[in-house]
């Protein structure tokens, strides 16, 4: 990212927050319930469920967050969108620290079987008091998102919205140039990329997938392949009948646009994006309790 994008990344970033502080003084009064998750190898899983106090029953959703991210970014402005905006959009909302970040137990696995086991228990903690629970991937949460949606169909989620991540081994290290989320694993190490590469788990998803894409992307500026490479991945499960149907942006269910329109960039617009996107999927559900 050359110094123009840095600046005004952390432009927009200022904006967004001082924004969304603002909104958040005149927001409902919401009610937080703490609670402890426990993964399938025992870990123990720090978590929350945001909702706005007094609200009649709500679907659920559960907040994949993208890489270092957890309970303290997802509850704050360190996230595009948090948990309080989420309850504001009509959803009772469960945030928590992947395993090896903040308050959890376990070791950092960048969403990989690991951090799919926590989407998994996530979803299981709302199912008790939600007719039906969709998930929200921030970044490369998609992983995670994808991955346990896949793994386990039989959670029976009511959707998937992907906000920009990314999607194949070459995407999450801009073609091997970032270290970090390889651990260091090379690119060719398939036992390692196969299960985070949220583009090869699309076969096995069962449920709606919606792609949000701005450009410039939030953190490789130029780069849309990873949007397209999802869209395609759907259209093909979709094809096959395994997915019920998929959309990029607003474009019509079911099209791979030869030139989409993408989101305008900047955190201001993706934060709208996901609440609108979530409040119109929020209409077309059923929301009674179990």
């Known amino acids: ?17 001082a924004r969304r502080a603002n909104r958040a003084r005149h927001a409902p009064q919401l009610r937080v319930q703490e609670l402890t998750l426990t993964s399938s190898a025992g870990y123990e899983i720090a978590a929350q469920i945001v909702r706005i106090d007094g609200a009649p029953a709500q679907p659920g959703l559960v907040v994949s ?26 959803y009772t909302v469960l945030v928590y620290d992947p395993a090896g970040r903040g308050l959890s137990w376990g070791e950092e696995d960048f969403g990989g079987p690991e951090h799919q086991d926590d989407v998994r228990v996530g979803v299981r903690a709302l199912q ?18 994808v991955g346990a949606a896949s793994r386990w169909p039989e959670l029976g989620l009511a959707f998937v919205v992907d906000w920009e991540g990314p999607c194949d081994r070459e995407i999450i290290t801009a ?9 260091g694993h090379s690119l060719s190490d ?7 590469e949220a583009v090869r788990q699309m076969a096995g998803l069962s449920c709606p997938y919606i792609r949000l894409q701005a450009l410039p992307d939030h953190a490789q500026p ?16 979709a094809s096959r009948g395994t997915l019920p149907w998929f959309q990029l942006n607003d474009h019509a269910r079911g099209e791979v646009p030869a030139r989409p329109l993408w989101l305008p960039g900047g955190p201001i617009a993706a ?20």
């Open 1 to 17: 990212m050359d110094p123009s994008d840095l600046r005004r990344a952390a432009e927009w970033r200022l904006q967004s927050v």
């Open 65 to 90: 967050p993208g890489i270092h991210q957890g309970l303290r970014e997802v509850q704050g402005y360190g996230a595009v969108v948090n948990a309080g905006e989420l309850a504001g959009a009509g």
């Open 190 to 196: 398939d036992a390692y990329w196969n299960p985070r």
């Open 128 to 145: 008790g008091s939600c007719s039906q629970v969709g998930l929200l991937s921030l970044s490369l949460g998609v992983a995670a998102a």
């Open 271 to 290: 934060n709208i994006a996901i609440r609108r996107k979530l409040r119109h999927l929020r209409d077309g559900l059923s929301v009674g309790g179990r």
């Open 175 to 183: 073609g091997g140039s970032l270290l970090v989320p390889a651990a």
């Open 222 to 237: 130029a780069e849309v392949r990873h949007a397209m490479r999802m869209a395609h991945a759907a259209h093909d499960a």
